[in-house]
């Protein structure tokens, strides 16, 4: 594999200070809904190629905008690794959470408890399916995802675990009880959102409004390969969500003056 050095030259130096001061920035206004997630960058250490996490969450504030609140390096994807992130965030003023969205990611639930234990917690519908479709033979996928989607596409929460019910004992019937148990165990994790106003359900119940980031900034690096460390891979991947930003994306309402959260 090709390790491309990235050289941190004077006329970068205050580029990166402005980066560093932008990612421990006051985290102003309360934000209802903030959406986590992580991803894997490589890294030159000691003559090898290691993986450096880096952990990232965007907010919805009080008035209805998304801002991106944080990058930050992890060791990995684990409860150190988001217990430090979320102490991050707080010691930096995020509040007034409603709901978290996010992956299952290994430590993560577990930490939210400790710092925002009145926040709810939605797990990401996606993810959810893919992690059923693990126990679904392919020539099945298609399927399978059909009725997954009917789960998520009902008119409130009772009928969403309703339909739930139905596709259990479909699964079952179809021989696929791994799936159905699978679905039984996460299902009531995917459901959060029905707490919420009708008109943001289609954005709280996927962690997409911060995949579309995370792809953006997987697109800048993966032309570096390797980085020298793991301070030059985090000023690069935080570069591209802070002009993100500063864009259109900053500036278009999450919601209406008549659909704020509950």
Not at 48 to 56: I, K, Y
Not at 112 to 122: I, N, R
Not at 200 to 208: A, C, F, G, I
């Amino acid at each position: 594999m090709t390790v491309y050095t990235i050289l941190f030259i004077p006329s970068n130096q205050k580029i990166y200070g402005q980066i560093e001061s932008w990612r421990n920035r006051p985290i102003q206004r309360s934000h209802p809904y903030v959406f986590l997630d992580g991803l894997w960058l490589k890294r030159s250490w000691g003559g090898e190629v290691r993986n450096v996490s880096l952990l990232v969450a965007i907010g919805v504030n009080e008035e209805g905008f998304r801002e991106v609140l944080a990058v930050a390096e992890g060791s990995k994807e684990d409860k150190a690794s988001w217990t430090a992130f979320l102490r991050h965030l707080k010691d930096r003023g995020l509040q007034g959470i409603r709901m978290f969205v996010s992956d299952k990611c290994l430590g993560l639930v577990e930490s939210l408890g400790e710092f925002y234990p009145e926040a709810l917690w939605q797990r990401c519908a996606v993810h959810f399916y893919r992690n059923v479709w693990t126990a679904v033979p392919t020539s099945k996928v298609k399927e399978v995802a059909a009725m997954l989607k009917a789960i998520h596409a009902q008119e409130d929460r009772a009928a969403a675990c309703q339909k739930a019910e139905q596709v259990i004992t479909k699964l079952k019937e179809m021989k696929l009880a791994n799936a159905a148990d699978l679905v039984r165990a996460g299902i009531e994790e995917t459901l959060f959102y029905y707490a919420f106003p009708r008109e943001h359900w289609r954005s709280l119940r996927t962690n997409n409004p911060l995949e579309r980031i995370l792809r953006e900034v997987r697109r800048r690096t993966r032309a570096v390969g390797a980085f020298p460390d793991g301070k030059s891979a985090l000023m690069l991947a935080a570069a591209r969500p802070r002009h993100v930003a500063g864009t259109q994306w900053g500036t278009r309402r999450f919601w209406t003056r008549e659909a704020r959260p509950m």
